[in-house]
Nanobody, 124 residues
Framework: QVQLVESGGGSVQAGGSLRLSCAASGRTFSRYGMGWFRRAPEKEREFVTAISWNGGSTLYADSVKGRFTISRDNVKNTVYLQMNSLKPEDTAIYYC?????????????????WGQGTQVTVSS
């Protein structure tokens, strides 16, 4: 059974930082790209960032480029999202997901397994 469990969410003030983690099990983690998405209140789920199977390639949404960093540890079967210079518009539920192969994309439909999400709230 494939499981993804996000953690590290919370409430911070604008300009602060958070580090999200996503622990994976039930699948050979190192074979697959991973992505982070988010869903803000009353909005559709949107792409945030993704990383290839070996961490060699990454992709970011323009809205987070330069502030967020994705990384992975294939020994710990965990993908991370370091979020700096947080803004109120970053407030959302953040989800991690397995990509369909070792690559990645912005396309939500290409991700097969999803975690339950972790809430991030940024106050002004």
């Amino acid at each position: 059974q494939v499981q993804l469990v996000e953690s590290g969410g919370g409430s911070v003030q604008a300009g602060g930082s958070l580090r999200l983690s996503c622990a994976a099990s039930g699948r050979t983690f190192s074979r697959y790209g991973m992505g982070w998405f988010r869903r803000a209140p009353e909005k559709e789920r949107e792409f945030v960032t993704a990383i290839s199977w070996n961490g060699g390639s990454t992709l970011y949404a323009d809205s987070v480029k330069g502030r967020f960093t994705i990384s992975r540890d294939n020994v710990k079967n965990t993908v991370y999202l370091q979020m700096n210079s947080l803004k109120p518009e970053d407030t959302a539920i953040y989800y991690c997901a397995f990509y369909s192969d070792g690559g990645y994309s912005r396309y939500l439909g290409a991700y097969k397994y999803w975690g339950q999400g972790t809430q991030v709230t940024v106050s002004s």
